[in-house]
């Protein structure tokens, strides 16, 4: 399975912009990059997905690399409900796999 | 609105009792997932579902089974629970077959279990 890399753990200001960073060096031409969160004792929610074009919803952007190597969640505007672990995922064959993810800490 | 849902949330069990945890979805969803979340490990797959009568190990089956008798139901039984099963469960469901077409997992709320 195409593996995942990201930091353990981040810190941002609330009402800033912060940048979560994903390396999948081995993707395979056909994965889609998910993001998903975990808030505190709940289950894991979507964010995000892009296959090679940059994306944007109503909670976050997706950026992609044109080598699609590695991915950037963007939240425009954290707050304090977005402190969270971050999972970026590579989506196979449905059975998604979780790493450690990103755990962001919202400072207010 | 189209929901999933676990049963019960929390528990407390000896060590040596068969548990089950329901899960339910009104999605009609034909995929099918149990997680275990622990401190250190993160969200480890049990067992999947790709539909009715399909059950396939993830990557932490042992001391568990699932079984799909119709699309809405995957209950996780632990046959003779144990200490080290302990742990935060949850249930997802998500609409098709190939991950890569980018679909969505949608997650119940946990159930936590205790072994004792």
């Known amino acids: 399975d195409a593996k995942t890399t990201q930091p353990n753990s981040m810190e941002s200001n609330e009402e800033e912009p912060v940048h979560l960073p994903c390396n999948h060096s081995?993707?395979?031409?056909?994965?889609?990059i998910h993001w998903y969160r975990q808030l505190p004792s709940q289950g894991p929610e979507y964010v995000i997905h892009g296959l090679t074009s940059n994306v944007n919803n109503r909670m976050a952007s997706l950026a992609i690399a044109e080598d699609r190597k590695s991915s950037t969640l963007i939240l425009h505007r954290a707050t304090l409900r977005d402190a969270a672990v971050y999972y970026c995922?590579?989506?196979?064959?449905?059975?998604?796999?979780f790493g450690k993810g990103t755990r962001l800490h919202i400072l207010p | 609105d189209a929901e999933i849902t676990q049963s019960p949330r929390h528990k407390i069990t000896e060590t040596g009792r068969q548990v089950t945890l329901a899960c339910h979805q009104t999605?009609?969803?034909?995929?099918m997932f149990w997680y275990r979340q622990d401190l250190g490990h993160g969200l480890r797959l049990i067992h999947y579902?790709?539909?009715?009568?399909?059950?396939n190990k993830g990557e932490v089956s042992d001391g568990y089974s699932v079984s799909r008798s119709n699309t809405e139901d995957l209950p996780l039984t632990l046959e003779s629970a144990a200490s080290s099963q302990t742990s935060v469960y949850f249930c997802?469901?998500?609409?098709?077959?190939?991950?890569?077409?980018?679909?969505?997992?949608?997650f119940g709320e946990g159930s936590w279990l205790t072994v004792v």
């Open positions: 997802a469901s998500s609409e098709s077959k190939s991950g890569q077409r980018g679909n969505t997992i949608y």
């Open positions: 579902s790709y539909g009715v009568h399909d059950t």
């Open positions: 995922i590579l989506g196979i064959d449905d059975k998604i796999i």
């Open positions: 999605w009609n969803h034909n995929n």
């Open positions: 081995t993707i395979s031409g056909t994965d889609y």
